[in-house]
Protein backbone atom coordinates (compact mmCIF):
# COMPACT_ATOMS: atom_id res chain seq x y z
CA UNK A 1 0.00 0.00 0.00
CA UNK A 2 2.95 2.47 0.60
CA UNK A 3 4.55 1.74 -2.91
CA UNK A 4 0.68 2.63 -4.26
CA UNK A 5 0.88 6.28 -2.65
CA UNK A 6 4.20 7.19 -2.29
CA UNK A 7 5.87 10.26 -3.33
CA UNK A 8 2.99 12.40 -3.09
CA UNK A 9 0.28 10.21 -4.49
CA UNK A 10 -2.02 10.43 -1.54
CA UNK A 11 -1.80 14.04 -1.68
CA UNK A 12 -3.10 13.81 -5.62
CA UNK A 13 -5.62 11.13 -4.92
CA UNK A 14 -7.39 13.20 -2.16
CA UNK A 15 -7.81 16.11 -4.67
CA UNK A 16 -8.82 13.46 -6.82
CA UNK A 17 -11.90 12.56 -3.70
CA UNK A 18 -12.72 16.23 -3.51
CA UNK A 19 -12.88 17.38 -7.48
CA UNK A 20 -16.29 15.16 -6.86
CA UNK A 21 -17.78 17.26 -4.32
CA UNK A 22 -16.83 18.71 -0.21
CA UNK A 23 -15.81 15.96 2.03
CA UNK A 24 -14.78 15.71 5.64
CA UNK A 25 -11.94 13.71 6.75
CA UNK A 26 -13.95 10.72 7.87
CA UNK A 27 -16.02 10.47 4.62
CA UNK A 28 -12.10 10.75 2.55
CA UNK A 29 -11.29 7.37 4.45
CA UNK A 30 -14.36 5.91 4.17
CA UNK A 31 -14.10 6.17 0.15
CA UNK A 32 -10.50 5.05 0.20
CA UNK A 33 -11.72 1.77 2.35
CA UNK A 34 -14.42 1.34 -0.05
CA UNK A 35 -11.95 2.09 -3.19
CA UNK A 36 -9.47 -0.80 -1.71
CA UNK A 37 -12.69 -3.43 -0.61
CA UNK A 38 -12.48 -2.68 2.50
CA UNK A 39 -8.42 -4.56 2.92
CA UNK A 40 -6.89 -1.12 3.96
CA UNK A 41 -8.44 2.30 5.12
CA UNK A 42 -5.81 4.97 6.38
CA UNK A 43 -5.76 6.39 10.11
CA UNK A 44 -6.75 9.94 10.67
CA UNK A 45 -3.23 10.48 11.38
CA UNK A 46 -2.50 10.07 7.85
CA UNK A 47 -5.43 11.89 5.90
CA UNK A 48 -5.37 15.27 8.08
CA UNK A 49 -2.14 15.70 7.51
CA UNK A 50 -1.80 15.81 4.19
CA UNK A 51 -4.91 18.31 3.90
CA UNK A 52 -4.04 20.54 6.21
CA UNK A 53 -0.75 20.65 3.78
CA UNK A 54 -2.91 20.70 0.68
CA UNK A 55 -4.80 23.75 2.32
CA UNK A 56 -1.80 25.41 3.13
CA UNK A 57 -0.77 25.66 -0.72
CA UNK A 58 -4.37 27.12 -1.13
CA UNK A 59 -5.22 23.68 -3.05
CA UNK A 60 -8.09 23.03 -0.95
CA UNK A 61 -9.95 25.20 1.86
CA UNK A 62 -12.31 23.90 4.59
CA UNK A 63 -15.47 25.13 6.14
CA UNK A 64 -16.32 23.78 9.96
CA UNK A 65 -19.46 22.90 11.26
CA UNK A 66 -21.07 20.43 13.60
CA UNK A 67 -17.63 19.57 14.97
CA UNK A 68 -16.47 18.88 11.70
CA UNK A 69 -13.73 20.42 9.23
CA UNK A 70 -15.69 20.30 5.32
CA UNK A 71 -12.75 20.48 3.05
CA UNK A 72 -13.48 21.41 -0.44
CA UNK A 73 -11.06 21.65 -3.77
CA UNK A 74 -10.04 24.92 -4.95
CA UNK A 75 -9.84 26.42 -8.36
CA UNK A 76 -6.04 26.05 -7.62
CA UNK A 77 -6.73 22.45 -7.11
CA UNK A 78 -8.26 21.79 -10.12
CA UNK A 79 -5.26 23.46 -12.62
CA UNK A 80 -2.97 20.70 -10.47
CA UNK A 81 -5.31 17.72 -10.79
CA UNK A 82 -5.41 18.63 -14.93
CA UNK A 83 -1.54 19.39 -14.84
CA UNK A 84 -1.05 15.59 -13.32
CA UNK A 85 -3.50 13.93 -15.14
CA UNK A 86 -1.49 11.40 -17.02
CA UNK A 87 0.28 10.56 -13.50
CA UNK A 88 -3.75 10.45 -11.89
CA UNK A 89 -4.97 8.28 -14.78
CA UNK A 90 -1.36 5.81 -13.63
CA UNK A 91 -2.44 5.79 -10.08
CA UNK A 92 -5.50 4.40 -10.79
CA UNK A 93 -4.69 1.76 -13.13
CA UNK A 94 -2.02 0.97 -9.52
CA UNK A 95 -4.46 1.32 -7.27
CA UNK A 96 -6.67 -1.43 -9.05
CA UNK A 97 -3.56 -3.69 -10.03
CA UNK A 98 -3.10 -3.48 -5.74
CA UNK A 99 -6.60 -4.33 -4.60
CA UNK A 100 -6.61 -7.11 -7.41
CA UNK A 101 -3.58 -8.42 -5.53
CA UNK A 102 -4.99 -7.73 -2.02
CA UNK A 103 -8.24 -9.68 -2.79
CA UNK A 104 -6.47 -12.21 -4.56
CA UNK A 105 -4.28 -12.39 -0.73
CA UNK A 106 -7.84 -12.51 1.08
CA UNK A 107 -8.95 -14.98 -0.60
CA UNK A 108 -6.02 -17.14 0.21
CA UNK A 109 -5.65 -16.30 3.78
CA UNK A 110 -9.34 -17.10 3.82
CA UNK A 111 -9.27 -20.35 2.24
CA UNK A 112 -6.46 -21.54 4.02
CA UNK A 113 -8.61 -20.29 7.56
CA UNK A 114 -11.39 -22.18 6.31
CA UNK A 115 -9.77 -25.01 5.91
CA UNK A 116 -8.00 -25.48 9.50
CA UNK A 117 -11.53 -24.50 11.23
CA UNK A 118 -13.59 -26.84 9.14
CA UNK A 119 -10.97 -29.57 10.71
CA UNK A 120 -10.51 -28.22 13.85
CA UNK A 121 -14.73 -28.33 13.90
CA UNK A 122 -14.69 -32.07 12.35
CA UNK A 123 -12.33 -33.06 15.52
CA UNK A 124 -14.76 -31.34 17.98
CA UNK A 125 -17.91 -32.76 16.39
CA UNK A 126 -16.26 -36.13 16.56
CA UNK A 127 -15.29 -36.05 20.00
CA UNK A 128 -18.46 -34.54 20.88
CA UNK A 129 -20.52 -37.33 19.29
CA UNK A 130 -18.26 -39.98 20.84
CA UNK A 131 -19.01 -38.51 23.82
CA UNK A 132 -22.69 -38.75 23.39
CA UNK A 133 -23.06 -41.86 22.32
CA UNK A 134 -20.80 -43.33 25.49
CA UNK A 135 -23.14 -43.15 28.62
CA UNK A 136 -21.39 -41.28 31.32
CA UNK A 137 -21.53 -42.29 34.60
CA UNK A 138 -20.45 -40.33 37.48
CA UNK A 139 -17.02 -41.33 39.21
CA UNK A 140 -17.58 -43.38 42.80
CA UNK A 141 -16.87 -41.65 45.62
CA UNK A 142 -13.32 -42.60 47.12
CA UNK A 143 -13.05 -44.61 49.94
CA UNK A 144 -13.30 -43.28 53.06
CA UNK A 145 -9.69 -42.46 54.81
CA UNK A 146 -9.21 -44.74 57.75
CA UNK A 147 -7.27 -42.70 60.23
CA UNK A 148 -9.80 -40.86 62.46
CA UNK A 149 -7.54 -37.54 61.82
CA UNK A 150 -8.90 -37.12 58.36
CA UNK A 151 -11.97 -34.72 57.75
CA UNK A 152 -14.89 -34.75 59.28
CA UNK A 153 -17.07 -37.53 57.79
CA UNK A 154 -20.47 -35.94 57.71
CA UNK A 155 -18.57 -32.89 55.56
CA UNK A 156 -16.85 -35.67 53.36
CA UNK A 157 -20.61 -37.33 52.56
CA UNK A 158 -21.83 -34.01 51.43
CA UNK A 159 -18.59 -33.10 49.50
CA UNK A 160 -19.14 -36.49 47.57
CA UNK A 161 -23.43 -35.48 47.13
CA UNK A 162 -22.52 -32.63 45.89
CA UNK A 163 -19.23 -33.94 43.24
CA UNK A 164 -21.58 -36.30 41.94
CA UNK A 165 -24.34 -34.30 41.86
CA UNK A 166 -22.20 -31.50 39.65
CA UNK A 167 -20.63 -34.51 37.23
CA UNK A 168 -24.27 -35.84 36.80
CA UNK A 169 -25.57 -32.57 35.45
CA UNK A 170 -22.36 -31.93 33.35
CA UNK A 171 -23.13 -35.16 31.69
CA UNK A 172 -26.75 -34.40 31.45
CA UNK A 173 -26.34 -31.21 29.62
CA UNK A 174 -23.46 -32.62 27.27
CA UNK A 175 -26.24 -35.59 26.50
CA UNK A 176 -28.93 -32.92 26.10
CA UNK A 177 -27.13 -31.55 23.00
CA UNK A 178 -27.30 -27.75 24.74
CA UNK A 179 -23.90 -26.99 23.51
CA UNK A 180 -22.47 -25.49 20.91
CA UNK A 181 -18.93 -26.38 19.81
CA UNK A 182 -17.56 -23.09 20.87
CA UNK A 183 -19.95 -23.86 23.97
CA UNK A 184 -18.14 -27.01 24.34
CA UNK A 185 -14.78 -25.50 24.47
CA UNK A 186 -15.21 -23.48 26.62
CA UNK A 187 -17.03 -25.83 29.12
CA UNK A 188 -13.92 -28.06 28.84
CA UNK A 189 -11.67 -25.19 29.27
CA UNK A 190 -13.84 -24.22 32.65
CA UNK A 191 -13.79 -27.99 34.26
CA UNK A 192 -10.01 -27.55 32.98
CA UNK A 193 -9.37 -24.90 35.70
CA UNK A 194 -11.51 -25.33 38.36
CA UNK A 195 -9.42 -29.02 38.83
CA UNK A 196 -6.50 -27.02 38.74
CA UNK A 197 -7.62 -24.52 41.02
CA UNK A 198 -8.53 -27.58 43.47
CA UNK A 199 -5.17 -29.05 42.95
CA UNK A 200 -3.79 -25.68 43.59
CA UNK A 201 -5.97 -25.71 46.86
CA UNK A 202 -4.87 -29.07 48.19
CA UNK A 203 -0.74 -28.87 47.89
Same mark, same amino acid.
Given at each position: MTAVFSHGRLRLYLLRLLDDGPKHGYELIRLLEERFLGLYAPSAGTIYPRLQRLEAEGLVSHTAGGGRKTYSITDAGRGELRQRADELAVLEADIAASVADLSTLAGKERGESSGATRDLKREVNGATRQTRRTRWE?? /??? !?? !? /????????? %? %???????? /? /?????VGRLARARRFSDTQLRTATRLLDGTLDGLRRLLR
Amino acid at each position: MTAVFSHGRLRLYLLRLLDDGPKHGYELIRLLEERFLGLYAPSAGTIYPRLQRLEAEGLVSHTAGGGRKTYSITDAGRGELRQRADELAVLEADIAASVADLSTLAGKERGESSGATRDLKREVNGATRQTRRTRWEPP /APP !PR !P /ASSDGPDAD %L %LDEFDKRL /A /AFAAEVGRLARARRFSDTQLRTATRLLDGTLDGLRRLLR
